[in-house]
């Protein structure tokens, strides 16, 4: 696993705009070397402002939209189409505006989907869906090559939450309930699943996160601090503003620009 890089940005609009420039960047490099590009897409507010970020980018038309793959890292299991699911803010924010192939765009099952309000049938059907992209080799999930997590300020990543079961879940994609922060009722990722990026990038903003960030640098505790465990292959970003990155550990970051 990969070592974290730290880099600060000035404040969230900034970070956005860096961030959204990084991953048009990233999705032409990978077209160019593999011929197509895979990303995982993360819910909340960081997250979803890199996205719409990306759509306001002239930038954005150096990436072949059609030849892509998108992912998601977790998913509030809500009915298809409600504000809070993390795709439909995706969706507004950039997948509404760019020409993705929607057999391309893999959401996490909603709970008015096939399975009904069933989270552990949802999470084994998205399992079956990273199985199949991953070739039918008994590889898991594709090596995608962008995964973006947002840190809560009680440092979780996707919807790995301290403490809960899904931590040590061992299978691709695991359901969680009794979430802590709202709704209950989630599907996440693994941390297998999160390692098999070629890079992961932490995203954070705002003083509320500091804590979380500096507890996430400071040494490997997963179990209690999720956003410790979540290390790319080739790269760990940990992109943050100014007021985030207000706990770092001595050393841990370095600004970006001004
Ligand atoms: O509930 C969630 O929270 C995290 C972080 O959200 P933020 O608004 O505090 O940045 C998010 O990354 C995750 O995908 C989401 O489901």
Known sequence: MSTPEVLVHRDQD?????????????????????????????GGG??????????????????????????????????????????????????????????????????????????????????AELRTAAGG?????????VLMLGVGPDAHVASLFPEYPALRDERPVAPVRDSPKPPPTRITLTFPSLRAAREVWLLAAGEGKAKAI???LAEPDPAHVPASGARGRERTLV????????????GAGRPAGS
């Open 46 to 127: 960081v997250g979803t402002a890199v996205l719409a970020a990306v759509a306001a980018a002239p930038a954005r038309d150096a990436v072949d939209w059609g030849a892509v793959d998108l992912w998601w890292g977790d998913e509030r299991f809500l009915p298809a189409g409600d504000p809070e699911r993390n795709e439909t803010g995706a969706r507004e924010a950039l997948l509404d505006h760019v020409g993705l192939d929607p057999a391309r765009v893999h959401p996490m099952p909603a709970s008015d989907g096939p399975d009904g309000d069933d989270p552990d049938a949802a999470a084994e059907r998205y399992a």
């Open 214 to 216: 500096g507890r996430a």
């Open 239 to 250: 992109l943050l503003d100014r007021a985030a990155a207000a706990e770092l550990p001595p």
């Open 14 to 42: 900034l970070l956005a705009h860096a961030a959204a420039a990084r991953l048009v960047t990233a999705i032409a490099d990978a077209q160019a070397a593999r011929g197509s590009a895979s990303v995982v897409l993360t």
């Open 137 to 145: 080799s008994g590889v898991p999930v594709p090596v995608f090559d």
